[in-house]
């Protein structure tokens, strides 16, 4: 499949044909802070409010607007979003994990991929006047299910 047709212009793929099939996909980032600001927003309290939450509903919020966002990205149906935070203390992370799941003729991994970015988004803009040098970093699918193609 490609997303250009014999002129050479852009378009959506037509899926109409692919099988209706639940489907599935995971994805992680991370948010990487110095110590001296990890200590600070281990809480999750910020100026801006609860980091935790807010980021939580951001990222619910970057899935649901995925084909508002992303150019020839197909608008379906979402049955399920999961936004997870967790500290890793030892290294001075917060790690973002979404799952996001559907009944569709197409994944959902740019579902999942979107939550994780505008959560760590979130991330930054609720810290930044801590330190503006807080590095946002690994985002990647973990996983998908339910198509021709499994990770």
């Known amino acids: 499949m490609k997303h250009f047709n014999k002129k050479d212009n852009p378009y959506i793929v037509d899926v109409s044909k692919k099988n209706i099939t639940q489907r599935s996909a ?9 110590k001296e600001t990890f200590k600070i927003i281990q809480s999750f309290k910020t100026r801006k409010g609860n980091l935790e939450k807010t980021a939580i509903i951001a990222g619910i919020m970057g899935a649901k607007e995925t084909s508002k966002l992303i150019p020839l990205c197909h608008n379906i149906p979402i049955n399920h979003i999961n936004v997870d935070i967790k500290k890793n203390i030892k290294r001075s992370l917060l790690i973002v994990e979404c799952t996001v799941k559907t ?12 939550a994780v ?28 299910s339910g198509g021709k193609s499994n990770i």
């Open 26 to 34: 995971s994805a992680i980032g991370e948010i990487k802070f110095d």
């Open 103 to 114: 009944n569709a003729n197409t994944g959902v991994e740019m579902e999942a991929l979107t």
């Open 117 to 144: 970015s505008i959560s760590c988004l979130t991330i930054y803009d609720m810290c930044k006047y801590l330190n503006k040098k807080i590095k946002i970093q690994n985002i990647k699918l973990l996983s998908k």
